[in-house]
């Protein structure tokens, strides 16, 4: 079977939350940079460098989408791809409701993606890897639940069931 690419488009909050952290940090760098006495012009700079690192590595950690293989769920980042294995997959289901009332125990809750480790009543703790919450769609492994945003999630959550039944692995 061809890979199947799935995008991971950004919801309005995502984006809203993005430009203006991006916006404050560059801001805030530019006002440290300019503001510095010259005895303490190296804190200054060292300031500045730490709030332009911050929204650049957020951008090379993003979620950049989700390819789904014959053996793997993909989930393409700025720099690096991490694989997941259908063979241990359990489930496979979604609901656009999946991560209201999450709570962010460690992780980045805006800047360029949503990805870190959450909590809420309806999973327990698990790890999310998205861009639009309103296209969850939760991957149950024996050891871990992974939340991820695909496109389309129903097509999606269709291939995945559909790989999984065709290759026999257990479910």
């Given at each position: 079977?061809?890979?199947?690419?799935?995008?991971?488009?950004?919801?309005?909050?995502?984006?809203?939350?993005?430009?203006?952290?991006?916006?404050?940090?560059?801001?805030?760098?530019?006002?440290?940079?300019?503001?510095?006495?010259?005895?303490?012009?190296?804190?200054?700079?060292?300031?500045?460098?730490?709030?332009?690192a911050v929204?650049?590595?957020?951008?090379?950690?993003?979620?950049?989408?989700?390819?789904?293989?014959?053996?793997?769920?993909?989930?393409?980042?700025?720099?690096?791809?991490?694989?997941?294995?259908?063979?241990?997959?359990?489930?496979?289901?979604?609901?656009?409701?999946?991560?209201q009332g999450?709570?962010?125990?460690?992780?980045?809750?805006?800047?360029?993606?949503?990805?870190?480790?959450?909590?809420?009543?309806?999973?327990?703790?698990?790890?999310?890897?998205?861009?639009?919450?309103?296209?969850?769609?939760?991957?149950?492994?024996?050891?871990?639940?992974?939340?991820?945003?695909?496109?389309?999630?129903?097509?999606?959550?269709?291939?995945?069931?559909?790989?999984?039944?065709?290759?026999?692995?257990?479910?």
């Amino acid at each position: 079977m061809q890979p199947i690419l799935f995008a991971a488009p950004w919801s309005k909050r995502l984006r809203t939350i993005s430009w203006i952290a991006t916006t404050a940090c560059l801001a805030l760098a530019a006002i440290a940079i300019a503001a510095a006495p010259a005895r303490s012009f190296i804190a200054y700079a060292l300031l500045a460098g730490v709030l332009i690192a911050v929204p650049l590595i957020a951008a090379a950690c993003r979620i950049r989408g989700y390819t789904l293989t014959d053996a793997e769920i993909h989930i393409r980042r700025g720099g690096w791809t991490l694989r997941l294995p259908l063979r241990t997959l359990r489930t496979v289901e979604g609901s656009s409701e999946t991560m209201q009332g999450s709570i962010r125990l460690m992780g980045n809750h805006g800047l360029f993606s949503f990805t870190g480790w959450y909590w809420n009543k309806r999973l327990g703790f698990h790890r999310v890897y998205a861009t639009d919450p309103s296209r969850a769609v939760v991957l149950r492994y024996p050891d871990k639940i992974i939340v991820i945003t695909p496109h389309d999630p129903q097509h999606f959550i269709m291939r995945a069931r559909t790989l999984l039944k065709t290759a026999d692995f257990p479910l």
